[in-house]
């Protein structure tokens, strides 16, 4: 293995730890300021990883499809996961802020995403490409910051959508809660369980090429234009 594949794995990794672990913190401190501290008595808001770990979501799916490909001899294949969810009460954050409140825990994490994505395409435009004269630090930051720009973009879009058991699912339950519409919010408590099943699905599908790649690869465009 040379030393640019070691420096795509370790800032890869670095870059999905602070994406993943950023994203579910958002979740906790919201719900915090709403009178929940699940999270914190937990200690969930932590920035330590291994607080945060998933043996699913955190090991096994990142490495799945970072290192098949590569053994398949196509390359190596892109870095994405999630963290273990933080554990929040629901019902304390919307007896304090009502529907909005749950709806702003739901966004939180996935706002946290766009919002550092952002800030890193402003830092990655205004540097160069690294060349081989380049000191080591610098390529290893370069590829860190691509990395956390890609992934930080691939989770912001991952979570909007709506599957049940994930943020988008959860967002639209609640918005439907919020207006009273009733069969939306019964669809998601009653397939609440099916959620990774169905996360699975679309990832080791094409299907992943248009409801997650294609939009990423169109805001990713966007922010570094």
């Given amino acids: 293995m040379e030393l640019l594949d070691i420096f795509k794995i370790a800032g890869a990794i ?3 730890a602070i994406a993943i672990i950023g994203h579910e913190i958002m979740h906790g401190w919201v719900a915090y300021m709403y009178g929940d501290s699940t ?5 969930r ?13 955190t090991i096994i799916v990142p490495a799945a499809l970072y290192f098949l490909p590569l053994l398949m001899g196509s390359g190596g294949g892109f870095l994405f996961g999630w963290a273990k969810p933080v554990p929040i009460d ?11 409140a ?5 966004l939180a994490g996935i706002v946290y995403n766009f919002t ?3 800030f890193v395409a402003i830092g990655l435009t205004a540097m160069s490409a690294p060349t081989s004269a380049d000191s080591l630090f610098y390529i290893f930051f370069y ?15 991952f979570n909007l959508l709506p599957i049940p058991q994930f943020d988008g699912g959860h967002f639209l339950m609640h918005l439907a809660l919020k207006y009273k519409i009733n069969s939306i919010a019964e669809f998601y408590y009653k397939y609440d369980r099916y959620g990774m099943i169905i996360v699975l699905v679309l990832l080791m599908t094409p299907l992943s090429q ?9 805001i990713i465009s966007l922010l570094l234009s």
């Fill in 14 to 16: 670095l870059a999905l």
């Fill in 39 to 43: 999270a914190k008595n937990a200690g």
């Fill in 45 to 57: 808001l932590t920035i330590n990883p291994l607080s945060h770990i998933d043996l699913v979501g």
């Fill in 90 to 100: 629901m019902y304390k954050v919307i007896q304090r802020g009502g529907y909005n």
């Fill in 102 to 106: 749950a709806i702003q825990v739901d």
């Fill in 116 to 118: 550092l994505g952002a």
């Fill in 143 to 157: 590829i860190f910051i691509y990395q956390l720009l890609i992934i930080n973009i691939v989770l912001g879009v």
């Fill in 210 to 218: 248009y409801v997650l790649f294609m939009p990423v690869q169109f």
